[in-house]
Every structure is written in C-alpha cells, then in structure tokens.
C-alpha cells in the first residue's frame, strides 16, 4: 500500500515537471512563436522609418550659416489663407529661403506647390511673397504639380534639372523631404523652419503623421514611384541660374 502510494505521487510530480516543462504552458511573453512575429513586425514597419529619418538628419543644417552655397532653393507648399495668401507655416519656409537669397547662398528659388484646381494656386502665391520681400520675379521658379515631397524633389531632379540645392521645410518635415530629395539624386541640405503653432495639437498630429509619412517615403524611393504628373522639362531652372 504503502509503495503504492509512493509510486503514485511520484507519478503525479513527474507529471507536474512534464506539465511545467511543455511550452505551451509558458508565460505568452516567454514564447519564441510570439516574439518572432512581433520583431519581424518591429523591422518591416520601424526599419524604413528610421532609415529615412537617420538618411536625412546626416543632410540637415543647423543654421543659414551652415548651409553651403548651393544653386537652387526648393521650398515646398504648406497650405494657403482662404484670402489666398500663404499660411503660416508657408510663409516661414519661404522666410527662410528669401534669407539664403539676401545671404548669396542660393542663386535661385524652386517653389513647389499644389495647382490642381483653378481657385488654389499655391505656387503663384509662394512667387509673389518671395518677389514683395526682395527676391527678384527671375529667380523664382514655379512647380505647378508638388503635389507632396516624393513629387516634388523627383520633379525638380527630372523635370527641372536640379542637381544641387537646399529644401526648406518645417523641422519635423525637413529629414524626410532631404532623404526624398537624396533618393532622387538630388545633392541635398536640408533646412528646417519652426513648427511652432497656436494650436499644439496640430504640431503633434504633424509629428505623429511623419512616422506612416516616412515609412511611404522609403517605399516610394524603393519603387522609384513617377509623380503623378511628370511632363516634359523645363527649362525655368537653367535660366534663372543663367541670368
């Protein structure tokens, strides 16, 4: 009886050790099949972003002073008022590209923006507010189909014949549109503006917004995606550097 016993709790402790021991009874964070998913996750959707993210801040300038001379000024479109005129964060972009102009730091000025309907023109309003400020009308150089950063730096490489230049976004923006202005063989600096804004939520989403916006970035450059309109080139570039 008594070794009866015996043998049937050791019989139940090895049953426990076997129980304990099986794989499907560890902890879910201890388990090789959860993990591996989650970090091949973590690769495919955070690699890209950071690769865009370290790509561009290598090309990022910290100041005017810090950035070389360079031909061309690419100022990407930022929305405008509903009078037309350019919104805040625009009107700061292009701030900055008219203080590289005065600074003889860039010869001419690309403005890239959205012209897709007849009532919203924002490359003719980012023309007119570098002209009132002192950047002569010759070497401003309108992009009617920026339609966002990928279009804009493969349309000033393939339609403008731009080799070299300075992009002037917001700060949040600015390594994103180096590294598609780069992977468009553009040599690149960039050059970033406040973001600072009266309504902080804004200045968060735009941040938050970068991460899927980066991540898009790095599969266009992969695809070697065409603007969504492309055109035959332009020569508005060369002549402004010329005259």
Partial sequence: MTGSTEQGTAS?????????????????WRRRRVWLPVAVLAVVVLGPVLAVQATGQAKVRSSVAA????????VLGAGLRPDGSPSTSLTRRLARAAELYAAGTVQAVLVSGDNSREDYDEPT?????????????????????GFD?????????RVFGVEAAVVVTQDYHVRRAAFSCAAAGIDVQGSGVSSASVEPSKAVMYRVRELPASWKAALDAVVNRSPVYL????????DALAG
């Fill in 12 to 28: 139940a402790d090895d049953g426990a050790l076997r129980v304990g021991a099986h794989p499907t009874h560890r902890p879910w």
């Fill in 67 to 74: 950035v070389d001379a360079t031909p061309v000024a690419i």
């Fill in 125 to 145: 309003a980012m023309h007119d507010w570098l002209v009132a400020n002192g950047v002569p009308a010759a070497k401003v150089v309108r992009d009617y189909a």
């Fill in 149 to 157: 950063t990928h279009d804009t730096c493969r349309r000033a490489r």
């Fill in 231 to 238: 055109g035959d080139p332009e020569p508005g570039v060369r």
